[in-house]
């Protein structure tokens, strides 16, 4: 059973930093997508962020050149680096791992999601 934890949310004030992290016990043999999204009171669920296994990135426009995700091969962890932050950004972020697997007659994936962190930006 893989189990995420999300940590590294807080309150901080417009421009600060805050760094994000997903770690996971139980084993993923073959990672092939870390995401990061996030949700604000009354908004859908967004994509943020996106590593693939290629160690492709993909940022939403909002967070482009002030987000950044990596991954950490020695360990099970995913980090969101944020920096300049925004009262806009205000929302609890979710860790979003995507498996690959095989189920015998063709290839799958399994979603496991994290409890979610909350991030604050005052103004």
């Known amino acids: 059973q893989v189990q995420l934890v999300e940590s590294g949310g807080g309150l901080v004030q417009a421009g600060g930093s805050l760094r994000l992290s997903c770690t996971w016990s139980g084993t993923i043999f073959t990672l092939n997508a870390a995401n990061w999204y996030r949700q604000s009171p009354g908004k859908q669920r967004e994509l943020v962020a996106s590593l693939t296994d290629e160690r492709h990135t993909n940022y939403a426009d909002a967070v482009k050149g002030r987000f950044s995700i990596s991954r950490d091969s020695a360990t099970n962890a995913v980090y969101l680096q944020m920096n300049s932050l925004k009262p806009e950004d205000t929302a609890v972020y979710y860790c979003?791992?995507?498996?690959?697997?095989?189920?015998?007659?063709?290839?799958?994936?399994?979603?496991?999601w994290g409890q979610g962190t909350q991030v604050t930006v005052s103004s």
């Open positions: 979003n791992l995507k498996s690959g697997i095989w189920t015998g007659t063709e290839p799958a994936e399994i979603d496991y």
